[in-house]
């Protein structure tokens, strides 16, 4: 039996999503290229990309010209961060961020360090909380970007965006939020919580691998050098032909997402309570991150007295993450829990459950099975059994 607990890297599709993505892929209607509007089939194309322009835009309070279609998070993360470097370098070189962000924010700011910009790395409190307090005092003259995650894909932990955009907006600063973990989970307004750039990404919402957007803000226009350039596609920010089942299948996943926010985090809030109460009866667990401030369907714990890799190997059954899943492969501990100051240790004996919309209770009774039986033995093997 296998047991599918690792939503946070990527959720099952919807089949509402797939049954839309389906038709696109199979009426000959829609077999048009979108940027072919001198015929029927490109505008019949064309029509339903902007209908989930304007969806994807509805869900974050913007308008539908702001919205850039973009392979995935990954790629809308990279073209905020070089894109908005790039354009306002004669302003400054300085950058402000965060230890505990995403490889796909730090990776790209560390090629830009090699370009001559200065990076500040906030390091957050044992909680997983950068304080607002801290990028206050981090801003200088110099500093001409932000970037911040809404929700930390390890901990679940979230941040203040909207005290961080205030600041931000302030100082003139250009603020740019990763919010592949809270699109559809927690409310976004780009306009009230002050955000220049936000990466959504589909997969992560019940919708389709390799598909994301990027919110630019058009008013008053911040500037932004493209990556990819050709046919002069997405405002002329993202150039490629524009993949119609994939857009839809993001447009009616994050509108489904939307529509049902409010009992999905009730329903799958109650399964992870039930499961953290199934792991503390284990005894020698941590939580890492703050107890509250976190969206529902993560839960990072630490089991002291396991080895890390002994423990994954254990856990077969389960489809957990020992860190993000861009890092699957690593014998390395989590940085991000490094930066909370868990021991290396600890951080390598840490495992990411995450749930959604398809988990059941059955599930996670199971889960909890597997981990009574396999934790116990584990510390036996070693000599750590706890009292």
């Given at each position: 039996m296998n047991i599918y607990?690792?939503?946070?890297a990527s959720t099952p599709l919807d089949p509402r999503v797939a049954a839309r993505m389906i038709e696109c892929l199979t009426s000959a209607e829609l077999q048009g290229n979108p940027a072919s509007v001198t015929h029927a089939f490109g505008r019949r194309a064309r029509e339903l990309i902007e209908q989930a322009r304007v969806q994807v835009a509805q869900a974050i309070g913007a308008t539908p010209a702001s919205?850039?279609?973009t392979s995935g998070a990954t790629e809308s993360d990279n073209l905020a961060l070089f894109g908005a470097a790039q354009f306002h370098a004669d302003r400054g070189k300085h950058i402000i961020s965060a230890?505990?962000?995403h490889k796909a924010v730090l990776e790209p700011l560390?090629?830009?360090e090699k370009q001559g910009f200065k990076v500040t790395y906030l390091k957050p409190d044992t909680d997983g909380i950068v304080q607002p307090e801290q990028l206050q005092a981090a801003i200088t003259d110099q500093t001409v970007l932000v970037s911040l995650m809404h929700v930390n894909n390890e901990t679940g932990v979230i941040q203040d965006i909207a005290a961080m955009g205030q600041l931000c907006r302030t100082r003139n600063v250009l603020f740019h939020v990763?919010?592949?973990?809270s699109a559809g989970r927690l409310p976004i307004d780009v306009n009230a919580m002050h955000i220049d750039l936000l990466s959504l990404t589909a997969h992560k919402i019940y919708g389709p691998k390799g598909i994301g957007a990027l919110y630019v803000r058009r008013q008053p226009t911040?500037?932004?050098?493209p990556m990819i350039v050709g046919g002069g596609h997405e405002f002329g920010l993202r150039a490629g032909t524009l993949a119609t089942h994939q857009i839809v299948g993001f447009g009616t996943a994050l509108q489904l997402a939307i529509a049902e926010c409010e009992t999905d985090n009730a329903r799958v809030s109650t399964l992870r309570e039930r499961l953290w109460q199934g792991l503390q009866a284990v005894g020698g667990v941590e939580l890492n991150g703050h107890i509250t401030q976190r969206v529902p369907g993560i839960l990072n714990v630490a089991f002291q007295g396991v080895e890390g890799e002994s423990l994954m190997f254990a856990l077969h059954e389960l489809a957990v993450s020992a860190g993000s899943a861009c890092a699957t492969g690593s014998d390395e501990a989590s940085y991000v829990l490094r930066a909370l100051?868990?021991?290396d240790q600890l951080a390598q004996s840490s495992l990411r459950f995450s749930l959604g919309r398809f988990t059941t209770e059955a599930d996670i009774d199971a889960a909890l099975e597997i981990v009574a039986r396999e934790v116990p033995r584990l510390r036996a093997l070693t000599g750590q059994d706890l009292p």
């Open positions: 607990l690792d939503y946070a919205i850039v279609w230890r505990t962000e560390k090629k830009l990763d919010a592949a973990q911040l500037g932004l050098e100051g868990r021991s």
